[in-house]
């Protein structure tokens, strides 16, 4: 059992007394509610028009999921305004490059970010005299020379000021609320290798267990912490440290020759003073001060209860090519403490276990090496990883190599902001991950590295992971999940200012924000190369913002879908090339430009390249063009940008195929374990879900009791089975239980059985539905009321689809609009529906459209042709004139056609014109043709001229049709009239024969 450590010295924390001064350190630079140039901005606005929207639909709902009390003020901001996800990008490399020489900035700025105080990180002046060292630390500097005495002394004092505020912090949490902190808090992000070989059974009791285990550390244990007492001492430990370090520098290059080696075991930890020669420092040190030499480090393992219990540590080499070669939370690596490790000079290697290399988990852990070409290694959480914390590795100069297997390199979890900052050299960032992504690949592997962020869904949401290189030609690698990319209310980015960079990886990278988050990448300068297969290179999902920012430099993106300006799934997808000769390849149409319908309505995509020649290797782009992939996305090539002064590996053989004997043999007769398959999620055992389902649904009277349990569920696949599959098919005998449970249920159970009464389209639910879109104070019951009415004839809930017309949440009145539009006759279109087709937000606005268009158009001709000709621009002109089109009553083509020749404005008459000619209407062409003698304005005359040219073809066409229907009746006839001569000429011959026949008969009988 861990117990808080019991600090060896009474009166220990008087040190703190010892502060002589205090200073405030300069405020974070504040975040400007976009980053982006003018230029960029007016591109935006164009496209944005193009897919008739504005600025102000380029926003999201961060509550359409419940809050957690771990949720963080400025993620929450992302979803109100995503343009900032680039502002804070920008910041964030403006604050590197300062905080490199003033780091106090960067604590300042991760402060803010995390919704701490202003005032957390000062600086404390501490004066401590060797003889309270000797009481304290039992170091005794009187049995050294003067020069290991004066360096040694104020590092020494430095790390026990860390201590003693550390210590703080951990008495104020009971003991057996650290020991649950610290018992669970590495099994949230370590995974297993061998994950993937678990049964589904296995897995699904593993995430049940896994989910209870987690409200209960993030809901209990981590709940309600001042999380600010628990970072400032690391903080603090690396200004004032790094600070005096370079200050001492060139005085530890003159006293180091006299500096001999000098080892302290006391009961903090043993205590080093290290020489000029090549040192081997074996065990676990409080403080380690080394002047110089080619220095090996080897600490002892340690199990995380043993490394929150001694959680503080400094250590500081003033020069060499060192080796660190340690184990989980070590080189700068805490639980529950302040690590730092600085190295001032050489070719150094580091290489560690999990949480190490620049981790915090509930406390600061930073490692800065200022010179030289340097090599990390490391496991899980390493390399600038923040948890409940603040993680920081920075290097200043050299060719670097940075190699991690999973969330790590500038990662940031619960609370926590997890970052590397690189200054210059040409580095390589590597993710080898050994975890395979059994749940979509089998040949792919999960990494979260380079700028990512990860929440603990539904439970916990997530923090900053960045990488901000400041110079160099950077190589980048990860698979799945890195580069940019974010997880359930998170924020990743990664900030190249300049170089020739390489960006390779596979999915959900590049800029990408996955399930309600934020991931971008911001590169200011260079020739850089993007390489990924898909959900990457701006790319939103699921209710998230994904965004990538090229500034300049002749570029190249190779995609094969899902990317560039490309996403789903209400969210919002922005690419941005700034400048250069680009190339472009992407294989699927979901890309430069596209976003789709779900839940009922479209949100946004955007490609945009503003200046230069461009080559694109697939159909969809084209140099200065403006393109529409979908309703919801949209392409612009233009120069906007102002003017400035080996042979391929052998293809492994699939796996045959199982059986349907083979496959009903695996599912299981025991209901909850059929549950499990039915609804497994590794892509390996997906054989089995379609056939286990429908066992399900074949065993439905048997089976109903238990999935109306079920719909408590809180797993994702689990609640898909139910609603997307198994309940709708089973039908409408569930109705009345579905009923009740609407008007009993908790909220969760109600949104779900909504659902399926939606999917099963039965009306005899609209009214307890109807009732629930109006009566619930939760927006997201009435949305989803909403939705289930929207895909029914809800005739009996009329009247409570019109009072949700004045909703103030858009999604709740954009479905009731839709609902109502299925069942609404012309005078409720005239008087409810058409004034909102000016509803200031765009999900209301094309609700209305895609409501009209599945209704059969010939029964609202009428009103459509009422509106258009009444409100000829706007968004109403704009909604409606693409259904009017598909007009096909003659009367009320004509009565449009009539109606907008006559306007006096060109631009209707050439849109009356074009109806004219897309009906391919002799007489409508003809009522154009007329306009000949008394039109002056070009474009009407241009649309004439075309209407005579069609008129000329379609009369021509008449004709030919028209000559040769004659000449097939001509060949008709003839058949016909041969066919007949050779009839009478068979009946005559016949009718002579039997005539002979009679005559003969005749004369032998006279």
């Not at 619960?414 to 210059?424: E, K, L, N, P």
């Not at 109903?704 to 609603?723: D, S, V």
């Not at 609902?819 to 609404?824: D, K, P």
Request: charged letters at 25%; glycine letters at 10%.
């Amino acid at each position: 059992m861990m117990m808080n450590r019991t600090l060896p010295i009474r009166g220990l924390s008087l040190l703190l007394a010892c502060v002589v001064s205090l200073s405030v350190f300069p405020a974070a630079p504040p975040l400007a509610s976009q980053s982006l140039p003018p230029y960029v901005m007016r591109a935006i606005d164009t496209s944005l028009s193009a897919i008739l929207m504005t600025r102000d639909d380029m926003k999201l709902r961060w509550d359409r999921v419940p809050d957690d009390r771990h949720r963080l003020s400025l993620v929450k901001r992302m979803f109100e305004q995503p343009l900032i996800c680039f502002a804070l990008a920008d910041t964030l490399g403006n604050v590197a490059e300062k905080g490199l020489e003033e780091p106090a900035l960067l604590f300042k700025q991760f402060a803010a970010m995390l919704d701490l105080k202003d005032d957390l990180f000062s600086n404390p002046r501490l004066s401590v005299t060797d003889r309270e060292l000797r009481s304290f630390a039992k170091v005794d500097l009187d049995s050294v020379d003067f020069a290991p005495a004066f360096i040694l002394r104020r590092f020494l004092t430095l790390t026990l000021a860390a201590d003693v505020q550390m210590y703080n912090a951990r008495t104020a949490l009971i003991e057996e609320r650290l020991q649950g902190l610290v018992s669970y808090c590495d099994s949230l992000v370590l995974q297993s290798e061998g994950g993937g070989e678990a049964t589904p059974v296995e897995m699904r009791m593993a995430e049940r267990y896994g989910l209870a285990r987690a409200k209960r550390f993030f809901n209990t244990d981590a709940a309600d912490i001042d999380y600010a007492q628990f970072i400032s001492p690391g903080a603090n430990l690396f200004i004032s440290g790094l600070e005096f370090a370079r200050n001492i520098a060139p005085e530890v290059e003159k006293l180091k020759d006299s500096v001999k080696t000098r080892i302290w075991n006391t009961r903090l930890g043993r205590v080093a003073i290290g020489g000029p020669g090549d040192d081997v420092y074996t065990g676990n040190f409080y403080c380690i001060i080394d002047v110089g030499g080619n220095d090996v480090y080897k600490p002892s393992p340690r199990t995380k209860e043993k490394a929150a219990d001694r959680g503080v540590s400094l250590v500081v080499d003033f020069s060499g090519n060192d080796s660190y070669i340690g184990g989980d939370f070590d080189f700068g690596g805490t639980l529950f403490g302040a690590s730092v490790l600085i190295d001032m000079k050489g070719d150094d290697s580091y290489s560690a276990g999990n949480f190490a290399l620049g981790a915090g988990y509930f406390g600061t852990g930073v490692l800065y090496d200022a010179e030289g070409s340097d090599r990390y290694v490391g496991g899980t959480a390493v390399e600038g990883a923040g948890l409940f914390g603040i993680g920081l590795l920075i290097d200043q100069a050299g060719n670097d190599v940075y190699q991690a297997h999973l969330c790590s390199q500038g990662f940031g979890y619960t609370r926590g902001v997890g970052g590397i900052i690189d200054r210059a050299g040409n580095d390589s960032y590597i993710a080898n991950s050994p975890y395979t992504d059994f749940l979509r690949y089998d040949d792919h592997y999960e990494t979260f590295c380079q700028g990512a962020a990860l929440g603990s869904r539904p439970v916990a949401s997530a923090g900053y992971g960045f990488i901000t290189d400041l110079a160099g030609s950077d190589n980048y690698t990860a698979d799945i999940f890195g580069q940019g990319t974010a997880y359930w209310f998170g924020y990743g980015a990664i900030v190249d200012r300049k170089g020739n960079d390489r960006y390779n990886a596979f999915q959900y990278s590049q800029g990408a924000g996955v399930h309600f988050a934020h991931g971008v990448v911001l590169d200011n300068a260079g020739d850089d190369n993007y390489v990924s297969h898909g959900v990457s290179q701006g790319c939103g999902h699921d209710v998230g913002f994904g965004g990538l920012y090229d500034v300049k430099g002749d570029d190249n993106y190779v995609v094969e879908s899902l990317s560039q300006g490309g996403g789903n799934a209400n969210a919002i997808s922005l690419f941005i090339d700034g400048a250069g000769e680009d190339g472009y390849i992407a294989r699927r149409d979901n890309t430069m430009g596209y976003s789709d319908l779900r839940n009922w309505f479209g949100m946004i995509g955007i490609f945009l390249d503003l200046d230069g020649h461009d080559f694109f290797g697939s159909a969809k782009g084209k140099n200065d063009t403006l393109w529409t992939g979908s309703f919801y996305g949209a392409g612009l090539d233009g120069n906007f940008k102002p003017k400035e002064s080996e042979p391929g590996a052998p293809v492994e053989e699939k796996k045959p195929e199982k059986t349907k004997e083979e496959i009903e043999k695996e599912l299981s007769d025991d209901l909850p374990t059929l549950f499990i398959q039915a609804s497994t999620a590794p892509q390996k055992y997906q054989y089995m879900v379609g056939p286990a389902r429908q066992k399900i649904i074949d065993r439905a009277d048997s089976s109903i009791p238990f999935l109306m349990e079920m719909l408590n569920t809180e797993l994702p696949r689990e609640a898909l089975a139910l609603r997307d599959y198994i309940l709708p098919k089973i039908g409408r005998r569930l109705t009345p239980q579905l009923i009740d449970t609407l008007r009993f249920g908790s909220p969760s159970r109600q949104g779900l059985a909504m659902y399926v009464l939606g999917e099963m389209k039965d009306s005899t639910a609209a009214i307890a539905l109807g009732r629930k879109l109006v009566d619930s104070t939760n927006w997201r019951i009435r949305a989803t009321a909403a939705e289930a009415l929207l895909k029914m004839k809800a005739d009996t809930a009329r009247p409570y689809l019109i009072r949700a017309l004045g909703d103030t949440v858009e999604i709740v009145r954009g479905r009731a609009a839709r609902a109502l539009v299925n069942i609404a006759d012309s005078t409720e279109l005239q008087t409810l529906i058409l004034p909102l087709t000016n509803d200031p937000s765009q999900i209301v606005r094309y609700q209305i459209q895609i409501g009209l268009g599945m209704r059969a158009i010939d029964s609202i001709a009428p009103f459509l042709a009422d509106a258009l000709l009444r409100q000829r621009h706007g968004y109403t002109h704009d909604l409606l004139s693409p259904l009017a089109a598909k007009i096909t009553l003659p009367v009320q083509r004509k009565r449009l056609v009539d109606g907008l020749l006559a306007d006096p404005n060109a631009t209707y008459r050439v849109e009356g014109a074009r109806l004219a000619i897309g009906w391919k209407d002799l007489e409508l062409l003809e009522r154009v043709t007329k306009l000949k003698k008394e039109e002056k304005n070009s474009a009407v005359l241009f649309e004439i001229y075309r209407a005579i040219d069609l008129q000329k073809t379609l009369k021509e066409e008449a004709k030919k049709e028209a000559k040769e229907e004659k000449k097939h009746k001509g060949k008709e006839s003839t058949v016909e009239a041969t066919t007949d001569a050779a009839t009478d000429t068979a009946t005559s011959t016949s009718e002579g024969k039997k005539k002979t026949g009679k005559k003969s008969k005749s004369k032998k009988k006279k």
